[in-house]
């Protein structure tokens, strides 16, 4: 019996082995297992998140501000404390300051202002200390760093050993540089309280989309899309801000990595036209509830994601 069921059991299993290997000669065989292989490995592309952010008039500094910008952005202010977006680092070479990004100028630009004053009186205190040093003595002040290392380069005691004044005159143009960047950031505070940021809706809006990958191949998005509301039909643009597109010359394209996400960023095509685009402008200044639905193309299939108006 056991002999029986042994026999059974090989039987059963060359006819397995059998069925593999002709399914694996078969050109049936092949073709569904390669389809099998290509769906297994194929990006799995969802909307997570559709979020549309309604854009303010801001403010717009005039003209004589703008040296004190430029002044800002040298020493990587803006981009390091206003944490602002590109499209709105672009805009400030006009002077143009969005509503979003106002927000949070003022209190970021005193904690600047504060450090720099921090600066200040250790740059005295270190001059001071230089100037009552007498050969023999050990030098004791406060080490000074900016973002490119060391202010002296060396050690201030090696400075002051070989040369006093040498030291004196690094504290003293360091201390020239930090007054002028306080005036700077003080003009712009005396402006941005002087003139209260405007929240007025201007009707521009961006559509921020993020795409889940959850496949284990990379998915492209494609940089048109449409938004559909109570107002109707609107083309929409990538705009190349978030996440990297692919290269420079993409036109908006956008990689999914396998098994990423990304945030892609939208904004009404120029090419809308129309009661389409106005009735959508009226729709975002009104600051009216409703839902949106967002339909993107992709190098799978279609995607939508459902989102909400900013009230």
Known sequence: MADQEGGVFLLSKKAFVSTLVALAFNPIGVAVGYGVGKWLQAPKLSVQTVNVEAEAEGITLPKELLPTLASLQRYQVIQDNWRLRQEERDNLKQGILSAAAARGVIGDTQAYKESLISLKQDLGNNIDATMQWVRGQELIVRPIFFATGSLTGENPQTIVNRNKNELLGIYRSALRDI?????????????????????????????????????DSEG????????????????????????PIVGSGSGGYVVVPARSF???VYQMDHSTRGDAAENWKKLVRSGGAGDVTVELRTSGKNLSGEGKLPL
Not at 182 to 205: W, Y
Request: proline share 3%; glycine share 10%.
């Open 179 to 215: 007054e002028s960047r306080l005036e700077d950031v003080n003009h712009l505070i005396e402006f941005l309280q002087a003139h209260p940021n405007s929240d007025k809706r201007t009707g521009d809006t961006t559509i921020r989309v993020g795409i889940l990958n959850a496949g």
């Open 220 to 243: 492209v998005v494609f940089p048109k899309a449409e938004l559909r509301s109570s107002a109707g039909e609107i083309d929409l643009t990538s705009t190349g801000s978030g996440f």
């Open 262 to 264: 990304r945030e892609i």
